[in-house]
């Protein structure tokens, strides 16, 4: 290369060389003024001559076409603080030095045109020779019973539920106990006066929501409306005696009522054989409080985990459509309506009886208070402080409906009425679950879904509102107490209830404060099965499909499903084939695609785990992903990947492939830049929280895969059951210990130096 004129030689054969002829040391101090970013080299040297950094940074600019190969063939150094200073270039490839102030050359220093060494620059960071590598640290060696105990209390007692009980004496082992069963003898000792004052309104005011609501789900559960009544009477007592959370509101809800109904139709017939549609009822209620009651008292309140928010949105919106679309037949005042709940079927259902099945009285009472249902609900969302004008709305307009009904005996002219609601409290039915027989078996599959689906319901309201007021609730025992409130309610003419979304937001904007909201309300209850069933005969029922219409369009929630939309596809797919599956189908087949779906993802994700590419964060010894840090820069001659997931038998072999896949992609890339192959396989461990036989068996391929090509295996950051397992399988041994780090840094740092010169 010609001589730039007026320019001397100068020579360093060395970033040594040159520190040294600065008059600097070799230490950190030193060496944390320059910073190497990249480099490449032509058979291990160039040539070298004077450029100012301006002339370069104008060269880039304008050569636009060899911008990218200038970036990919060059070493950079930049400083820690100071203005650049000196930049070296030779035969198309670009040597920039940096300098901070301290060490700038005075601007009429000549230099020797000389050759530059630059085998020994060994990474995209000029690292210290005595900064320490710290070895990788095994944590001591538990015995195999210890190990297991704390897997199973980490599994299974994770939030320690004992601890309470520790260092107490027996009597207050005692309290404790009874306190942990039934949280009110906590804190109904710290209850007063103003806290039932706050409870009295919520009571009242969940009150005049759920009895309306009720008469409504018991029909969509194809029973009489007055086990709906029964179902809120008997089961907030219970919950308001054990349950934690101090804001949901207990009774019957829109999904499992049309859940229950569904499957229990598919078995018996509600119209032909009520007696026995009603046992198999309170059996699949029984059999539904063992689920819950079972799981909390088992721990096993992860299971519910399984079925994703993505398929519950979906699964609640799709019931909601269902659940609207059946209540056409009150609404509509048809007589002959198909038994089945897709959307096809109940179209077909409604214009087929256009002619002659539509009732214009009923149609113009259900659609006038809808329009009153929805503005209220209107009201409520617009001003906080009117949230009891939506929740008294349907108690008006029943009885506004009732007494329109009765003065004008629209009952004569085709409107359909409720009728008889029979007076009382809830009768024993302990003698109608089925325990033996043929429905028993039916039962128990019937009451697992529901009791499944109705605990998802009450975990996430129960959440949601602890979240809201700042207090943990136990989801356990939560789970004990949905399951046990059940168990009675079978006994007592009830069917599955939970938390009602609906009702639990009336209750919390009312102001209650704590689970006595849910005894006033169930007292409510008591004084109408005692004194005013009687004067529901007249209701009519199109303002009852009104009623449940109205409650359930929050139940679609549009705005969640564009959220899961834009953060995750496959959740979205898992959203939307939960949806159509109960719209299309049946409840049944969503909340079954719900599930398969839900477990697909997890298998995917589990057998086929996100791989990366790192590369050095620019004046760091941080490594990152290429991808989302497009100025970190890959280290020349190692390759860096990450594996973000454990490594098991279900995906050991995918990952060995992969690896491999990248290493080969890489190398092509390498091959067509004329840069140096890779000679070093850093594998980053820290995602990795696990690995069995399978996946040490993987690494033991694909070390050997890796020696054919030349290319040394290195292990960086693994945890300590990780490393434990790799020492008990030989694996370090095989790969040897010195090839295993602490960081990516220090592996880079180590294995930077002893690269053979291509």
């Not at 070298?48 to 990218?68: P, V």
């Not at 038994?339 to 079927?345: A, E, F, L, R, T």
């Not at 009451?447 to 499944?452: A, K, L, T």
């Not at 995750?568 to 939307?576: N, P, Q, S």
Request: proline residues 4%; glycine residues 8%.
């Amino acid at each position: 290369m010609a001589k730039n004129n007026g320019d001397a030689s100068w020579r360093t054969l060395s970033l040594k060389g040159f520190l040294k002829s600065k008059g600097l040391k070799i230490n950190l101090e030193s060496l944390e003024k320059l910073k190497l970013v990249r480099f490449s080299a032509n058979h291990g040297k160039i040539t070298a001559s004077h450029l100012c950094i301006n002339n370069l940074l104008s060269k880039i600019k304008t050569e636009t076409r060899k911008t990218q190969e200038i970036v990919n063939q060059s070493v950079v150094i930049i400083p820690g603080r100071g203005e650049p200073s000196r930049v070296v270039s030779g035969k198309g490839e670009y040597f920039c030095v940096c300098l901070s102030s301290s060490m700038a050359y005075p601007p009429g220093e000549q230099f020797e045109h000389k050759e530059i060494d630059i085998a020994s620059l060994p990474s995209t960071r000029i690292y210290p020779e005595n900064l320490p590598v710290h070895k990788v640290g095994r944590p001591p060696k538990q015995k195999l019973m210890d190990e297991f105990t704390g897997m199973m209390k980490e599994t299974f007692f994770s939030d320690d539920p004992l601890r309470d009980f520790k260092d107490q004496t027996g009597s207050r082992k005692i309290i404790l106990g009874l306190q942990s069963i039934f949280p009110i003898l906590q804190w109904g000792r710290e209850y007063n006066l103003t806290k039932f004052r706050g409870d009295l309104i919520a009571g009242l005011t969940i009150a005049s929501l759920c009895i309306p609501q009720d008469i409504g789900y018991a029909k969509l559960a194809n029973l009489s409306p007055q086990y709906g009544l029964y179902s809120s009477f008997v089961p907030p007592l219970i919950y308001a005696f054990m349950g934690s959370s101090r804001d949901i509101a207990i009774g019957p809800v829109a999904v499992v009522s049309l859940l229950l109904g569904t499957l229990l139709q598919n078995e018996i017939d509600p119209v032909k054989n009520v007696a026995e549609y009603q046992r198999l009822a309170f059996t699949a209620t029984f059999f539904a409080g063992i689920t819950q009651a079972a799981l909390g008292f088992l721990r096993l309140g992860f299971l519910i985990d399984f079925l994703s928010h993505a398929a519950i949105v979906g699964f609640m919106g799709g019931a909601a459509i269902t659940i609207a679309l059946q209540q056409l037949k009150g609404f509509l005042g048809i007589i002959k309506f198909t038994k089945n709940s897709d959307i096809v079927s109940v179209m077909h259902s409604v214009w087929g009886s256009v002619h002659h099945g539509w009732n214009w009285q009923t149609i113009l009472i259900g659609a006038s208070f809808l329009a009153f249902l929805l503005f209220a609900k209107y009201i409520g969302k617009k001003n906080k402080k009117l949230f009891w004008v939506p929740a008294i709305a349907p108690m008006i307009s029943v009885i506004l409906s009732t007494f329109i009904v009765y003065i004008t005996r629209a009952d004569k002219h085709g409107v359909q009425i409720v009728k008889h609601i029979k007076k009382g409290i809830n009768p024993s039915s302990m003698n109608e679950i089925y325990f033996t027989g043929k429905y028993l078996g039916k039962g128990i599959k019937i009451g697992v879904v529901s009791g499944m689906i109705a605990l998802t319901e009450a975990s996430a309201i129960g959440r949601t509102f602890a979240s809201m007021k700042d207090y943990q609730i136990d989801g356990n025992k939560e789970m004990v107490a949905l399951g046990l409130m059940n168990v009675v309610g079978s006994m007592t003419s009830c069917y599955v209830t939970t938390g009602s979304f609906s009702r639990s937001a009336v209750n919390y904007m009312a102001g209650c404060q704590t689970a006595v909201s849910n005894i006033v309300m169930s007292l409510v209850v008591l004084l109408t099965l005692e004194l005013i069933t009687p004067l529901f005969k007249y209701t009519p029922n199109a303002i009852l499909a009104s009623i449940i219409i109205n409650a359930v369009i929050s139940l679609i929630d549009i705005e969640a499903a564009l959220l899961i939309w834009k953060i995750d596809k496959f959740d979205f797919i898992a959203c939307m084939g939960a949806f159509f599956g109960v719209v299309f189908a049946s409840v049944e087949i969503g909340l079954l695609i719900a599930v398969c779906i839900s477990f697909a993802k997890i298998l995917l994700q589990v057998t086929r785990p996100r791989t990366a590419i790192l590369g050095n964060i620019p004046r760091t010894t941080v490594y990152r992903n290429v991808q989302q840090y497009p100025e970190a820069s890959k280290v020349p001659g190692i390759l860096i990947l990450r594996v973000d997931s454990a490594i098991y038998f279900s995906n050991s072999n995918y990952i060995r492939e992969r690896c491999l896949r990248w290493l080969t992609d890489e190398e092509k890339q390498l091959k067509a830049k004329d840069q140096p192959r890779i000679q070093f396989f850093i594998m980053e461990m820290s995602p990795v929280t696990d690995i069995d036989t399978s996946g040490i068996n993987a690494l033991e391929d694909l070390y050997k895969s890796l020696q054919k090509r030349g290319v040394q295996l290195v292990i960086a950051n693994p945890g300590p059951v990780v490393i434990n397992k790799l020492h008990a399988s030989k694996f370090t041994e095989l790969i040897g210990d010195d090839h295993i780090f602490l960081t990516v840094a220090d592996a880079v740092m180590t294995c930077a130096p002893k690269m053979e010169v291509a």
